[in-house]
Every structure is written in structure tokens, then in C-alpha cells.
């Protein structure tokens, strides 16, 4: 019925095909512990968070600032000034202005007292990583004119703060930008069961 090599070569053919099916398992086991699920929750709680460093803040408030720098640069080429608003910043990095509502008819000093009353209340909320406002100030020089200024008040939450003061002219169609002043501030807005 078979003939003698039919018979040894069936042997052979089987072992080449069962083989594989009872191969050794060859994944290492540190690669069954890196992926083997623990069955533990994690207590989001207990995780701790890395601080921000002040140099880091600092970069992400001027990254603020610099947003803010562009949604006012039209007004003060074409007006000479601009109207104060609010700057925020999200967790994700995304800049927002803030206005108040018929804030051209408003005096300058209440706007700023209307912009600071929403930048708290929404630093309190502590769902954006910076906070702060932007608008223009001026002090009459013995010549009569005026030393125009752009200031910058800037927060984080990780508790750095910044004012910056920029002093400008504009010639020729563009803004000129004196040498700044950097001031480090205490947290006014983020501030956590009354400290700050």
C-alpha cells in the first residue's frame, strides 16, 4: 500500500507541521509585565504633578503676551493707542482676548476695573493656565508730551507673575519699541483659600 520512503517521509512532514503549533513562547517577561493589564484603577489623586519652573511660566505668560501684542497691533498703527483688554491663557496653549461690552464709550480707568473683576473671577475658576491685561498708560513729560507706554500685567497659575512696561512711539507707519522694564509681582488673581 506505501512504499518505504512514503512512510519515512510522513514522520519528517509532521514534525515540520506540529512544531510550530508547540513552539516555545518568546516574548520576554519584561515585555508580558509592560503590557499584562494590573486590574488596579489608578488614583488620579495620588499622582503628583510636576511644577512648573518660574522660567517656564514665564516663557508661557510672554507666549500670552505676544498673542496679545497681535490682536492690538492694528489699532495702534491705525489710532496710535488701543482699548484695554484681557489675556488668558488655556491648558492647551490657546490664546483668548477679553472685552467688555460697549467699552468704547467707556473711560479707560473703568474699563480696566470691569477687565480685572472678569480676569479674577475667571483665574478663580482655575481652568486656564494665565491670566492678564494689556492696555496703554502715559505720564506728560516736563515738554509737554506724553511718554506713551504699553503695559503688560500677566499671571500664571503655577503662582509667577510679571508686569511688564513698553515704551513706543510710532514713526513711519510702525510701532517703535523703547527699551522694556520687567517687574516680578506677587499672584493677585490665582490665589487659593486666600493666599496667594
Same mark, same amino acid.
Given at each position: 500500500?506505501?512504499?518505504?520512503?512514503?512512510?519515512?517521509?510522513?514522520?519528517?512532514?509532521?514534525?515540520?507541521?506540529?512544531?510550530?503549533?508547540?513552539?516555545?513562547?518568546?516574548?520576554?517577561?519584561?515585555?508580558?509585565?509592560?503590557?499584562?493589564?494590573?486590574?488596579?484603577?489608578?488614583?488620579?489623586?495620588?499622582?503628583?504633578?510636576?511644577?512648573?519652573?518660574?522660567?517656564?511660566?514665564?516663557?508661557?505668560?510672554?507666549?500670552?503676551?505676544?498673542?496679545?501684542?497681535?490682536?492690538?497691533?492694528?489699532?495702534?498703527?491705525?489710532?496710535?493707542?488701543?482699548?484695554?483688554?484681557?489675556?488668558?491663557?488655556?491648558?492647551?496653549?490657546?490664546?483668548?482676548?477679553?472685552?467688555?461690552?460697549?467699552?468704547?464709550?467707556?473711560?479707560?480707568?473703568?474699563?480696566?476695573?470691569?477687565?480685572?473683576?472678569?480676569?479674577?473671577?475667571?483665574?478663580?475658576?482655575?481652568? #486656564?493656565?494665565?491670566?492678564?491685561?494689556?492696555? #496703554?498708560?502715559?505720564?506728560?513729560?516736563?515738554?509737554?508730551?506724553?511718554?506713551?507706554?504699553?503695559?503688560?500685567?500677566?499671571?500664571?497659575?503655577?503662582?509667577?507673575?510679571?508686569?511688564?512696561?513698553?515704551?513706543?512711539?510710532? #514713526?513711519?507707519?510702525?510701532?517703535k519699541l523703547g527699551s522694556p522694564t520687567e517687574k516680578e509681582m506677587k499672584?493677585?488673581?490665582?490665589?487659593?483659600?486666600?493666599?496667594?
Amino acid at each position: 500500500m506505501y512504499d518505504k520512503k512514503t512512510l519515512l517521509m510522513l514522520p519528517l512532514l509532521l514534525c515540520l507541521f506540529v512544531q510550530p503549533v508547540f513552539a516555545e513562547d518568546t516574548t520576554s517577561k519584561a515585555e508580558r509585565l509592560a503590557t499584562a493589564p494590573t486590574g488596579d484603577g489608578v488614583d488620579l489623586s495620588s499622582i503628583k504633578r510636576g511644577r512648573l519652573t518660574e522660567e517656564q511660566a514665564v516663557s508661557q505668560l510672554k507666549f500670552m503676551m505676544v498673542a496679545g501684542w497681535k490682536r492690538m497691533e492694528r489699532d495702534l498703527l491705525t489710532r496710535g493707542s488701543f482699548k484695554a483688554f484681557g489675556l488668558t491663557l488655556s491648558p492647551e496653549g490657546e490664546f483668548k482676548p477679553l472685552f467688555i461690552d460697549s467699552q468704547e464709550e467707556m473711560p479707560q480707568d473703568l474699563q480696566i476695573a470691569a477687565l480685572v473683576k472678569n480676569v479674577e473671577a475667571i483665574a478663580q475658576t482655575r481652568s #486656564v493656565w494665565g491670566v492678564g491685561l494689556m492696555y #496703554v498708560t502715559g505720564n506728560a513729560r516736563e515738554d509737554g508730551t506724553i511718554d506713551k507706554r504699553i503695559a503688560v500685567i500677566a499671571e500664571h497659575i503655577a503662582g509667577f507673575g510679571r508686569a511688564w512696561s513698553y515704551p513706543y512711539k510710532l #514713526v513711519d507707519g510702525e510701532v517703535k519699541l523703547g527699551s522694556p522694564t520687567e517687574k516680578e509681582m506677587k499672584p493677585i488673581y490665582f490665589v487659593t483659600n486666600g493666599k496667594r
